[in-house]
């Protein structure tokens, strides 16, 4: 990329070199590093001098997420009746070229390259890129050895690599691929799902302590925590209005009707524990801030479920009506909204993207064991950054203080925080492979994956998806309430202690000097 900057020293050779001064840089000054970012250069290097600076570790995260958007940009593409009628000109799809296939498969019975057989393909490259990442990546905790190197640098040969892996993937025949990718998918479609249950309430407990500790302290605190309650419990209840109005009819959608109230019910009930006095005996800072946020998460499952449903078809004077959809008027046949298949698409990607980031950032925090622990942190100050944990230096035998391995070595010169990755490169590349392979099952409707089309995934639906939908409802408030009665259950024991973390507050900046935050 012209423009791109490398940073030297006084007396930098033209070879490689290797610069550090608070965080690790790698230094290269041969044009072919700074034009195509190929070699083991980061992709801070890989940027115009006039943009602002990035550090590395943002700067990755960044190309990886790009990565997998593109990737099921494509699949949304390949799944688009319309997309492939109008640049293919081709109502059946997309045919691998028949001499092609004759050499590969040996006969001329060959795979289609659109519809869900192609997003089984792209998704199949996209998955095995990051599990081939993740298992070379585990236990690495330096940012400065050379599997870190995988990580942050090599972005031209990654491409390609990936590029490669879903090639391969067009050459598997689809009496191949399908039954076993599919089984494949559904297991990491589920664990996805469960993932991002246990990172939402763990999200909602993190803030809620935060700010109750706050409120204890200050008038202004709980002035915050009241006014956001009331917030998210406005948004629930004006979510849970308009389900009513544009889900349900009189005439018809029973079903509609019986799941909105009971996961309303279900809202009152985690309500009413959050602050019933034997929970706050043994958790004093439950409250109902907690509850509200998770009000609101089951309002857009709800909302998430019965968008994908399929609509009924009722016959109300002398004409055929399609019901349980939002339309126009109640006394005209409603037709699907693609602007609201837009908006719940929208939201489920962006849980995708905070999954996949949170979860590798609690999994270099609290170890292997970070679904257990996030629970059990206790905040010591209140912040507004009420998502990143409090800065504490690593006790002895921590991460902070063990040795390395060999190929984790690092100098002395250097400060705690540049020897520590700000989130597990591992567990990065593990959650973007089960994400793989639940954007994979969501645009083909789960089990029902012959003939999707995405026309159909996110206006007509199908029971599969909507049961889904609903199975990851009542799975958050089983959750939910085993977080609230498991103490219940415990002997007495003394508080619990803040764990040793070592990572700086969002706002905060660390000089390499004196290793506090400035």
Partial sequence: MVGAKAVTSSSTSPRLAQQRSGVSSVILSPPFYQVSCCGPVSCTCCRHSRWPPLTESPCSRLFYILLHVGASAVCCLLLSRTVVERVWGKARGIQMPSGLCAHLFGHSHCPVLSGSGAVYRVCAGTATFHLLQAVLLVHLHSPTSLRAQLHNSFWVLKLLFLLGLCAVAFCIPDEHLFPVWHYIGICGGFTFILLQLVLITAFAHSWNKNWQTGAAQDCRWFLAVLLTTLGFYSMAGVAAVLLFRHYTHPAACLLNKMLLSLHLCFCGLLSFLSIAPCIRLKQPRSGLLQASIISCYIMYLTFSALSSRPPESVILQGQNHTLCLPGLSKMEPEIPNASLAVLS??????????????????????????????????????????????????????????????????????????QQ?????????????????????????????????????????????????????????????????APLCWSPTQEPQPLPIVRQHCHASVSPDNKHPI
Wanted: glycine share 6%; hydrophobic share 45%.
């Fill in 421 to 485: 990755l700000s989130y597990s490169y591992s567990a990065f590349h593990f959650v973007f492979f089960l994400a793989s392979l639940y954007v994979m099952v969501t645009l083909t409707n789960w089990s029902s994956y012959e003939g999707a089309e995405l026309e159909k995934t996110f206006t007509m639906g199908s029971w599969a998806t909507f049961w889904v939908k609903v199975a990851s409802c009542w799975a958050c408030v089983l959750l939910y309430l085993g977080l609230l009665l």
């Fill in 345 to 418: 698409a929208g939201i489920m990607y962006a849980c995708v993207l905070f999954a996949c980031n949170e979860a590798s950032y609690l999994a270099e925090v609290f170890g292997p064991l970070w679904m257990v622990k996030v629970y059990s942190y206790e905040f010591q100050t209140p912040s507004l950054c009420f998502c990143c944990l409090e800065s504490v230096e690593p006790e002895k035998g921590q991460r902070g203080g063990t040795a390395r391995p060999a190929d984790q070595d690092t100098s002395p010169a250097l400060p705690a925080q540049a």
